[in-house]
């Protein structure tokens, strides 16, 4: 294994000033849960390990019905899907959230990681990216902001710079209304990850219940998880039928991008891509149902 320097800085400004520092050289360590790995395989070997955990600013959870969810990159994920408030309000993010890995893994595991790594199987991309999550991002430059799905550009590739790294999640508060849901196929139990995935959100009309606002996006099908325009836009102003879920659910399967390989083949996850499709919409209209239930006692 490569030798490496452990540095943990304590302060955003000395994280950003070390990585100006040592920009290639270096990287980041959030929960470690896939680096770790890439460093024992060698499949990357920096000369510098950045551990964020202790950085305040990066440990941050709340809410509030003005600002909504902040999530800080280096919050483990048992501390989201324990926050009663954040799992009520946001069943979609936690049905990814609690996807990631067992109890030890899910001690250590952050989205930020699992953002930043970049993987097109990647569970917790396509939720945020149908809560409409916005990355803030932190660097030598300052603060600048970027859209989940803006995030990954290529498989373990991101958009951010060397010096840069992810400072936190912010999701707006749901309207009443809102339901989203994310689910994965895998061949077993044991194989922890997705063959393919999609999450879906909405929010329907509290007088007629139309679809007022629709968001899909698949994960493990491309080189990156996508978000499928053109499947929520087909729902807007219509009722959630069967018609228009089997509608949507082709046109994410049309967006899919799939290879072949070991896990399924290119077939088996377009056909995926609509099945999950229609499950996650179908869900999702059940949790935006329930939420209008509740606004109206």
Request: with cysteine.
């Amino acid at each position: 294994m490569h030798s490496f320097t452990y540095v943990r800085p304590q302060s955003l400004e000395e994280a950003s000033t070390f990585l100006s520092e040592h920009r290639e050289q270096a990287r980041i360590l959030a929960g470690g849960t896939d680096l770790l790995v890439q460093i024992q395989s060698s499949s990357v070997t920096p000369d510098y390990i950045v551990d964020i955990k202790h950085i305040p600013e990066l440990n941050v959870l709340s809410f509030d019905e003005t600002g909504g969810l902040r999530i800080g990159a280096a919050v483990p994920c048992f501390k989201i899907w324990n926050h009663h408030e954040i799992a009520h309000l946001y069943p979609g993010l936690i049905d990814a959230v609690q996807l990631i890995g067992g109890t030890q893994i899910q001690g250590r595991a952050t989205l930020g990681g699992n953002v930043a790594n970049a993987s097109p199987a990647a569970d917790t991309i396509p939720s945020l990216i149908v809560h409409g999550a916005i990355c803030d991002v932190i660097g030598r430059q300052g603060i600048r902001s970027i859209a989940v799905q803006d995030i990954c550009i290529g498989p373990g590739q991101n958009a951010l710079a060397p010096d840069e790294f992810l400072l936190r999640f912010q999701i707006k508060p749901p309207s009443i209304g809102f339901g989203a849901h994310y689910l994965r196929f895998i061949p077993r139990n044991e194989m922890d990850i997705a063959v393919a995935s999609a999450g879906a959100s909405l929010v329907l009309n509290p007088d007629d219940q139309t679809v007022q606002y629709a968001r899909i996006a698949i994960g493990a099908v491309a080189p990156t998880p996508l978000l499928v325009i053109a499947a929520g836009e087909s729902l807007i102003g219509q009722p959630l039928t069967n018609e228009s879920i089997d509608r949507a659910a082709r046109l994410a399967a049309q967006a899919a991008q799939p290879i072949t390989d070991i896990r399924g083949t290119i077939s088996q996850r377009k056909h995926l891509a609509a099945v999950l499709t229609r499950r996650a919409l179908v869900k999702a209209q059940e949790r935006a149902l329930q939420s209008l239930k509740g606004a109206s006692h």
